[in-house]
Nanobody
Framework: VQLQAFGGGLVQAGDSLRLSCAAS???????MSWFLKSPGKERDFVAAISWSGNSTYYEESVKGRFTISRDNAKNTVYLQMSSLKPEDTAVYYC????????????????WGKGTQVTVSS
């Protein structure tokens, strides 16, 4: 599975941004996740979605602000981010997990290259 994340950029606090992650290869029955990594920190969970899209999971600090969704016909997962805060600044990575949903990095089988999100105050 190859993953390509894009959509990052420089925005101001309060703005919205939508990240996309395009997958290729064997994508059937894969859970998709978004993680972030700030300088000097470990990769932290942001959101995840099951293959069917019926189950979604969010890190507490993004609940109500971020929405994860997927379009299996396009092999793409999205992260709609609203009410962005400076502390959301990080490199965002998408990940794919075979037959499960990856809530921790250990459960992610494939990673895409990250996309930088910078939120200015």
């Amino acid at each position: 599975v190859q993953l390509q994340a894009f959509g990052g950029g420089l925005v101001q606090a309060g703005d919205s941004l939508r990240l996309s992650c395009a997958a290729s290869g064997r994508t059937f029955n894969t859970g998709m996740s978004w993680f972030l990594k700030s300088p000097g920190k470990e990769r932290d969970f942001v959101a995840a979605i099951s293959w069917s899209g019926n189950s979604t999971y969010y890190e507490e600090s993004v609940k109500g602000r971020f929405t994860i969704s997927r379009d299996n016909a396009k092999n793409t997962v999205y992260l709609q981010m609203s009410s962005l805060k400076p502390e959301d600044t990080a490199v965002y990575y998408c990940g794919s997990s075979r037959g499960r949903v990856g809530i921790v990095p250990y459960d992610v089988d494939y990673w895409g290259k990250g996309t930088q999100v910078t939120v200015s105050s």
